[in-house]
């Protein structure tokens, strides 16, 4: 598949699966700015420049997050800007939408795998991604 080669690519390269070095290493830049009350984040392009906007009064927990699902949009949406908004829920989320929520997990599992002795579940919770993208391990 397209999108784990893309990872594993750049897990391979870059030697980490933290979204906000990836963005560094591969010149996006990341701000910080408060987009009310229903957006959580954006990708954006803009005359050859790419710009990861994440909703400065989220915890750091949802940043990081938000973060791998934008970096999502620009690597396998390079030239569609998008913003992630709450009316646009986890489940009834666009084809795009879908695509980067599932880039965000695999992202941040990395290369991490599930032991015996534990369930899905406590993969996910390891790796920091939130109940509501479990669904799209």
Known sequence: MEMDR????LMKKYKTNCPFRLAEELHIEVW?????ETTRGMYHKKLRRKYIVIHSRLSKY????ICAHELGHALMHPGISRFWMDEQTFFAAGKYERQANQFAV??????DKLNA???IFDLLQRNGIPEELHIFF
Do not use: A, H, P, S
């Not at 893309?6 to 690519?9: N, S």
């Not at 910080?32 to 009310?36: I, V």
């Not at 949802?62 to 997050?65: G, I, P």
């Not at 695999?106 to 290369?111: H, R």
């Open 6 to 9: 893309i990872i594993l690519g």
């Open 32 to 36: 910080y700015e408060d987009l009310g």
């Open 62 to 65: 949802w940043q990081r997050v």
């Open 106 to 111: 695999k992202l941040l599992i990395g290369d």
């Open 117 to 119: 002795d534990e369930t």
